[in-house]
Every structure is written in C-alpha cells, then in structure tokens.
C-alpha cells in the first residue's frame, strides 16, 4: 500500500506529502484522503508537553529546525548495548488527552502537522488547529503498526531517553512513504470523525427501540446516546 | 514421572510472547476476512484492508503488529498431574524472565509502570505484572502456556443489571458499549467481543475478558441458549450502522463470546470488554517427556471449568477435552 496504490478505497484519493510541510499542500488536503508521509517527523505526547509546556525546560533541539510534524507515538522500541536503536513497530496513542496542551504547543513548536489517533474534539479544529494553519492526520485502524515502522528509513535522534524512558521520549524519526494516514481535521478545521458521527446518530435511537431501560440507572449518567465520550 | 523443565518452560514463553506480538491467529484473520466481504462502506472497507496489509507487513518482516503491545499476561492451564521443576513458584520466574527478555528483543513498547509513581521498569515486569491466571484440567502431566497482549484503555465497561432487567438490559448495555467505545473507533474495532454474564462482581469482569481472549472465531458455547445470545449480540453490533474508526459501515463485532457463572439471586453482574484489530493470543502446550507445541486457540474454557455438578462423574469425564 503507498501513494500509487490501486485497492478498494479507489474513490479515495491519495497524496504524498513532504515533510516539512508547507501551506500550499495542506490547502489542498480534504478529509478522507489517504496521505503517506516522506521526510522528518518527531513523536511527542505528555511526557515531553510536560517537560517543554509545563516545567519551562528548553526544547533539546530547536524544534522549527527539525521538522513542523508531530506524532503522538510511542514506538514499540528498544536500545541496543552498543547505544544503537532497534525501532519495531510504531503506533498513535490517542490524541484527545492532549488538548489541554494544544495552544502554548502551537506557539512554541510551529507544527502544522499533528498525527494521531482518534483526532481531536471539533472545538480543538476550530480553535486551535485551523488558526494555527495545522490539519490533522489519524493513524488507521487502529492501528498499522508494521506498515508505520517499514517506513522509517531512520532513527536520526531520541531526546530525553533518560528522563522520559523509551515509550514517552522524543524520537526523531526519518520516514518514507509513512502511511496510511486519514485526512482528519483539514485546512478550515472540518472534521471527518465529527462528520461521520452525524450520520452514524441518525440510526442511535432505532437502534435502542423496544429495549427497557434498567431498574437501576447510574449515578450522574448521560442520557444523550449523541454525545462523545471524548 | 518426568519433570517439565524450567528451562522450557522459559523458552516457550519467550517464543510465546514474540508470536503473539507479530503473528496474528489465523482465525481472526479469516473472521476479518468475512467482514470486508460484507462491508460496504468506502472507509470502512478501507481501514479492513490496511488492517489485513499491516498483518502481512508484521509477518514478513517479524516486528509487532501494533506498536501498543498492550500489557502482556500469561493463562496457566496445568493438568492434575503436571510436575513442574522447581515448582509454580519457578515456573512465574521463568515467566517473567522470559517477558523482560522478549520486551528488549522483539522489541514490545514497555507499557507497564507503577500507577502513581509512574516509573517504567522498562521491560513490562513489575508489581502484578504480567498477571498470571490459572486453571486446572482432570489427568496429563503437561502445563499449557497461553500468552495475550491486549490493550488496556477502551472498550470495556462493567454493570451490575438486575433479573427484571433481563435480556433488554444486556442487549441496552451491548449497544451503550458498543457506541461508547466505537466512536473515532476508541475500542480500535471490529473486535472479538466477550461478555461475562454472572459470577461475583470481580469474576463478572474475569470471565468477560477471558471470553474475548481465551476463546477463537466461530466458537460458541455448549448452552444452547447462551449460544443463541452470541449470535444475537454479534447481528445487533454489526447492525448499528457503525464500521471500524467510527466511520459509517458494518464491521464492529467479529465475533461474540460470553461466559456464564452463577451469581447471587437478586443481581445479574455483567462485563463487556472488546479484544482489538490486533487480537493477540499465542499458546504452547509442554509436555513432561519435553514435547512443546504451539498453537492459537487457548481451549481455556471445558467441560471441566463449566461444570455444574458437586461431583466430576465419569459420564462427565467422558466428555472432558485433556
């Protein structure tokens, strides 16, 4: 499966993307297209939003210099004695846990792509990514783990391994023809997920027809079968 | 009586637990499989294929599946005449060494750290981990080994419903499981789903995991009426409108098992957990005279385990799989 790939999904499109990123790709970008990455990405999530955002610690490298994609990852990896990486499969954590972060990151990182799983909320697209001139792609399935970690031509740094420990660290990752990845949020802040949820709704109540409702309910419950839990 | 060896016991974990992680068991591949045939949906069908491409990529090139290798846990099933050398005690030794081994060579993504203090060991080993379940079966000097790495965080959920509540109540909390967990596919579906119906509370969610973990695609259980109930559950999860990522589609239940155990008179606990895309178990059975063989389905639920008498009868123990 690579940007020239022929199976079912034929009506969806597929892009290669070159890492950095620039406006003008990602304009053209339109939820459920199948992207595939080439060039320098980093995994991050709150181990190092913690260290950066949180304690005020110096980034390790500057990050606008090393690449404007991030990817919630922590990679099934190991270090080998001779201080060598041994990098197996890589998949998304899931994203939704770090919005709090969103906006201190965007300043601070200049990342105009975000990888992960699960997407953001609506709101986040809304108010974070789009004005940040950022889109985001999800992992699929979950997840590829095997097809994410063929792709990786390279181990070119890892950040913090000492402070942060393998999973959560910062790994700077060189990467070709890295996907597949899903359109999720796009230029304007449209969501996929948010999408496919509306139409998934029209069928929630039909669904639940006829059954009863327990005896006994749970305390504080929702009772809009609507709403997310993310 | 010869001994089962400690020395085996650790290398057919370490096997194990490199096999569940990069091989995925042929019958949820066959069951996704049947899935992408009745799937629809432009997306859905997609994410299938991707899926079935990234169980190829894993195999050819031995990395794990999904670089979430869950927190990897161990089913012992020992027959009543196993020898182990050196005992239970070194055999959970053994189990853990060859776990700490695996993690750094396969490698799997250290998942497991201490819930407060949140200090990674580095090699999934620590305090309760890996869990480690047992079972018993009548005869054989053998001990089987099953392995499983599910992932931890979605997907599950657990109620204690009442009699009055009955089947409505169970199918009401199916779908609230189902749509909860599905969305932006949280539960990262379709999935072998497994429902613990009954037992003590604790047991309620024990037997639900082992029913998705422990069991294969296409089983069904002995009662007839539980049988029907799967059956029942899977047609409603598939029917929903939902596919895999919470896309539009039908792929959200490859298959569905649940476990029985009696449970007090008022009350009827019940526990829903999703086992993944990577659905990973892997199980070995050693032998006394040193034979190990590898298989995928764990055949952790048997006549034994679901028995109903005070007494195992011989008429029983005709029945019984050893």
């Known amino acids: 499966m690579d940007g020239s790939g022929t199976e079912s999904g034929g009506g969806l499109r597929r892009k290669r993307l070159k890492v950095p990123v620039d406006d003008a790709a990602l304009r053209e970008l339109e939820l459920g297209d199948i992207v595939f990455l080439d060039g320098v990405i980093y995994t991050g999530r709150e181990g190092l939003y913690q260290r950066i955002l949180g304690d005020g610690i110096e980034p390790p490298v500057p990050l606008r210099e090393i690449s404007n994609a991030n990817f919630h990852c922590s990679p099934a990896a190991s270090v080998n004695d001779d201080g060598t990486y041994n990098v197996g499969a890589v998949t998304a954590t899931a994203s939704f846990r770090f919005s709090k972060w969103l906006d201190a990151w965007f300043e601070t990182s200049g990342c105009k792509l975000i990888i992960g799983k699960g997407g953001m909320s609506p709101e986040d697209y809304k108010t974070q990514l789009a004005p940040n001139g950022a889109v985001y792609l999800t992992t699929v399935g979950y997840g590829t783990g095997a097809l994410l970690g063929r792709a990786i031509k390279r181990v070119v740094d890892v950040h913090w391994l000492e402070e942060l420990g393998i999973a959560q660290a910062m790994w700077v990752l060189d990467v070709e023809n890295f996907g597949p990845l899903i359109v999720e949020s796009d230029f304007e802040g449209n969501s996929l997920f948010e999408q496919q949820n509306k139409l998934v709704n029209e069928k929630v109540e039909a669904a639940y027809e006829g059954l009863k409702p327990p005896a006994l309910a749970r305390y504080g419950e929702t009772t809009n079968r609507e709403d997310e839990v993310v | ?322």
């Open chain 2, 1 to 322: 009586m010869a001994m089962i060896k400690a020395d085996a016991i650790e290398e057919a974990a370490y096997e194990l637990t490199a096999k569940a992680a990069i091989e995925i068991p042929q019958d949820y591949r066959d069951g996704l499989r049947g899935m992408l045939k009745g799937e629809e949906a432009e997306l859905s069908r997609f994410v299938l294929e991707a899926m079935l491409e990234n169980y190829e990529a894993a195999e050819q090139d031995r990395r794990a599946m999904c670089a979430d290798t869950g927190v990897p846990r161990f089913f012992v099933k020992a027959g009543n005449e196993a020898q182990i050398e050196g005992g239970f005690v070194e055999l959970e030794t053994r189990l853990r060494r060859a776990l700490a081994r695996a993690t750094h060579d396969v490698p799997l993504r250290p998942n497991r750290v201490h819930p407060l203090s949140r200090k990674d060991n580095n090699n999934n080993v620590g305090i309760g981990a890996p869990e480690i379940d047992y079972t018993f079966e009548p005869g054989g000097n053998w001990v089987d080994i099953t392995t499983v790495h599910k992932g931890g965080l979605f997907g599950s959920d657990y109620r204690m419903l009442f009699p009055g509540d009955g089947i409505d109540g169970i199918k009401r909390f199916f779908l609230d499981v189902m749509y909860e967990f599905g969305r932006r596919g949280l539960a990262c579906q379709p999935a072998i789903v497994g429902v613990g119906l009954g037992g003590s509370k604790d047991i309620a969610m024990t037997l639900g995991k082992q029913a998705a973990c422990l069991r294969t695609v296409g089983d069904r259980n002995p009662d007839q009426q539980v049988a029907a109930l799967e059956d029942e559950l899977k047609e409603m999860g598939n029917s929903i409108g939902m596919g895999p990522m919470g896309y539009v589609g039908s792929s959200m239940v490859v298959d569905c098992h649940i476990e029985v155990g009696c449970c007090h008179t008022g009350g009827m606990p019940i526990s829903i957990h999703s086992f993944c895309l990577s659905s990973r178990r892997a199980v070995a059975r050693l032998h006394g005279d040193g034979r190990i063989e590898y298989r995928t389905d764990p055949n952790w639920f048997t006549p034994y385990s679901r028995r109903e008498s005070v007494e195992w009868t011989e008429a029983e123990q005709s029945l019984a799989v050893v």
